[in-house]
């Protein structure tokens, strides 16, 4: 049996999903002998009832969407197949038996949930059932493209959109052609498309449903793993996201002023970092067209399994009451809205934080170089951060056994922050120099290695400022020192631990002991340099005691630590830039 997902049988993964569902929010009911899902039965019942369903592998569609103010049942098929018509009017009957009103179907434009939910309806008609049907195509990506013409558009993500107005109008108490006529307004004025940079597999199978290069993007892909109107090399998520957003602004005609609802539906596999950084460039897309983009969502609502790919669905808000009803609140489990998805009026944001942090530090205190001193340190400043940029790639070598092989990538993102910045940074004030560089570290490179740059760089400046001269280099080397001291208050790495402690520790020894030999600056950074390449060497025979190294098999730990390498790297480019001169 080809598994290859946490099922224990593929032939009855949807059951125990289900099963599963229930137990997660016990006010959901299965019901007996069926797929079919509807709320408690002493849940309070609007007038009039909506259920919806298709096929399974689409979670949190279409059960996720059963509460007050949405869905009042549920009925899944099996896995990307149509429910059968009887488990249908199982769940229309007892939709029906709480809603006297009278049920609003909502179904997907597929040709299975038509006929199933069609002869369901038929059959629940015969027994005295009002029933009114909405069909739900929104897909825009085949408009042009001559398919599909007879079968329609397809439903995608778009229904649930029409979950939550329908469901919202349905519990303020509207009738049931009211609702449905509603619900169709809402189909008219929507539409869809997705991509996808990798397919899935379904339970039993090994073998995706739709074959990419890795290197190749599914425009148009629906929800079931077919393919879509075309396949395009990849590129960066911009030019990705105007091939979506264009047929989308073309199919609804979108002008400037016009106000829209965004539901950004991430297919399965998507990464949340890689969701929420198209929820920005999508939102950025569609405001420089004029477009008012009142709300926008992202959240796996309509999914087809682990697929890697998103759908964006725009609702143009021709109906006042639509925005009301996309507020309200429910506690459908699957609803990606809340509170915090309404902005506060007149929001903005505050830079008066920003402007404080911004003056930090912008007292210039502490020795004062010459001109022609300074010019020196310009140039050194450069040269390291050139060779920090110029090594990136071997450092991410070294430090993608034992970390997440991004050492030289952080270290050129300081780097090239310091080449960025050069030209305003207070090269004649060491201590201020300093203390901007904590801040760009911070910045820049983030995480344990901006925090231990930045402690550096900090205690040094904190030590520097006390001085009143630079004519005794006594004073640089205790501001290395306090530097060293200022990262070991806060770090548990010590000399030995396979950190750039090992480098950066001995290199400082060695400098203050030249000085206090009375040795210039070029030799004293001299021996500094030989101490640090022996440091970093030694690190390539020792066990990691700290850090994310710390936690990796020794057998991953053949090279020297990238840290460590890096120390060397700007050291180096100072002796070279100093000794130059």
Known sequence: ??????????????????????????????????????????????????????????????AGF??????????????????????VVRGLAQVAHRHRGGVLLVIPNYTGDCLNFGLASEWARRDGISIESVIVGEDCALLNSGKSSSAGRRGMCGLVFVYKIAG????EGLDLKKVAAEAQKVVDNMATMGLALRSCTVPGSTQPLLKLESDHVELGVGVHGEAGAR???????????SEILIPIKQTLKLEKGVKVAVLVNNLGGLSQLEQWVTVSIIHKQITS???????????????????????????????????????????????????????????????????????????????????????LLLKALEAAAKDLIHHADKMNEL??????GDC???????????????????????AKLLMELANLASITMGGTSGAVYGLLFSA?????????????????AKSWEEGLQGIMRHSKARQGDRTMLDALIPACEEFCKAILEGSNGPTALAAAVLAARKGCASTADMSANVGRASYVNETHLGDVDAGAYGVVVWLEALLKAFQSQ
């Open 66 to 87: 059963i509460g007050p103010g949405m869905l009042a049942g549920a009925v899944s098929g099996s896995v990307f197949a149509s429910p059968p018509a009887t488990h």
């Open 168 to 171: 919202q109008l349905a519990a």
């Open 408 to 430: 030289g990538s952080t270290l050129a993102r300081l780097a090239k922050g310091i080449l960025t910045k050069l030209p305003t940074l207070s090269i004649k004030h060491p």
């Open 399 to 404: 430090d993608s056994g034992c970390g997440d």
């Open 231 to 241: 396949t395009i090399k990849v590129g960066p998520a911009s030019e990705l996201m």
């Open 1 to 62: 049996m080809a598994l290859h997902k946490l099922v224990d049988d593929p032939e009855r993964c949807v059951d125990d999903m289900l099963s599963g569902l229930a137990l997660a929010f016990p006010q959901l009911r299965v019901l007996p002998d069926t797929r079919a899902i509807v709320l408690a039965d002493n849940a309070r019942c609007a007038p009039v009832g909506v259920l919806s369903g298709g096929g399974a592998g689409h979670e949190p569609f279409c």
């Open 289 to 375: 067209w004029g477009v008012l983009v009142e709300r926008i969502y992202a959240a796996p609502v309509m999914t087809s399994l682990e697929t890697v790919g998103l759908q964006v669905c725009v609702l143009k808000l021709t109906e006042n009451a639509w925005l009301r009803c996309l507020d309200a609140p429910t506690s459908a489990p699957g609803w990606p809205g809340c509170s915090l998805s309404i902005p506060l009026p007149g929001d903005q944001i505050s830079e008066d934080s920003l402007h404080k942090i911004e003056d930090m530090n912008t007292k210039e205190v502490g020795p004062e170089l010459k001109h022609e001193h300074s010019q």
């Open 460 to 476: 040094a400046s904190d030590q520097l400022k006390k001085c009143v001269s630079l004519n005794f280099l006594s004073h640089i």
